[in-house]
């Protein structure tokens, strides 16, 4: 769905190194999720906003932090990566709680 | 916060009916039940959502029994083209939850092959 986009599409990186993944979206919606998903594991949620003043940590915040700029953008950040954080990460956004997310295409991250 | 069991893998015919279940023993009265669709590569995609009894839309029923322990994808004449990952997240409803303590939980999905 081009109404969500992510940045980069890939991305390989060394342990250790700084990496900023980041979420754009035209569908005015107030709420953005970050998800993980690792193979066998499903989605599983890292941070969420509600608003431009609101950030919430997910099942599994360590290593990661937010930022929404605005309401249209939230950027996912990896302080130092380290190779368990491989990954491929969704961006999605809704309009209110439990309706539908629409999702991003991904980002494949591989920390080597 | 709500956990869900699905089946790890099911198989079926192009042509059949397609029935997945998720179990959700503790979810809140505020808990809503959706489903989505994951195609290799692609991020979920909205299939249906509902809170008790039955539900229909144009792709999907969902069923859910009184109790709301369970519930169940029903997939009407499946195609090959329906092969994917099917998801079942129970999270907090609208404005009646609390702001901010807000938990998706997403099962670890069925993984749905059709065969020609």
């Known amino acids: 769905d081009a109404d969500v986009t992510q940045t980069p599409r890939n991305r390989i990186t060394k342990t250790g190194k700084r990496i900023m993944l980041e979420c754009s979206q035209t569908k005015g919606h107030d709420r953005m999720y970050w998800y993980r998903q690792d193979p066998g594991l499903g989605l599983r949620l890292i941070y969420y906003?509600?608003?431009?003043?609101?950030?919430n940590k997910g099942e599994i915040s360590d290593g990661y932090s937010v930022s929404r700029q605005a309401q249209a953008k939230f950027s996912l950040s990896l302080e130092s990566a380290i190779p368990n954080q491989t990954a491929l990460y969704f961006c999605a956004t809704s309009e209110y709680r439990d309706n539908e997310q629409f999702f991003g295409p991904g980002t494949r991250l591989t920390v080597l | 916060l709500a956990k869900t069991t699905q089946p790890i893998s099911m198989d079926s015919y192009e042509g059949q009916e397609v029935n997945i279940t998720c179990s959700h023993n503790?979810?809140?009265?505020?808990?809503?039940i959706t489903w989505y669709q994951q195609f290799p590569s692609q991020g979920p995609r909205f299939i249906i959502q509902?809170?008790?009894t039955k539900v229909t839309n144009e792709v999907a029923s969902l069923f859910i029994p009184a109790d709301r322990k369970s519930s169940t994808l029903s997939l009407p004449r499946v195609s090959l083209s329906d092969t994917a990952v099917y998801y079942c997240?129970?999270?907090?409803?609208?404005?009646?939850?609390?702001?901010?303590?807000?938990?998706?939980?997403f099962g670890t999905g069925t993984r749905l092959t059709i065969i020609p």
């Open positions: 503790n979810i809140a009265t505020n808990d809503y």
């Open positions: 997240l129970v999270g907090a409803a609208g404005e009646a939850s609390n702001f901010g303590n807000e938990k998706l939980t």
């Open positions: 906003s509600f608003d431009v003043k609101d950030i």
């Open positions: 509902g809170y008790k």
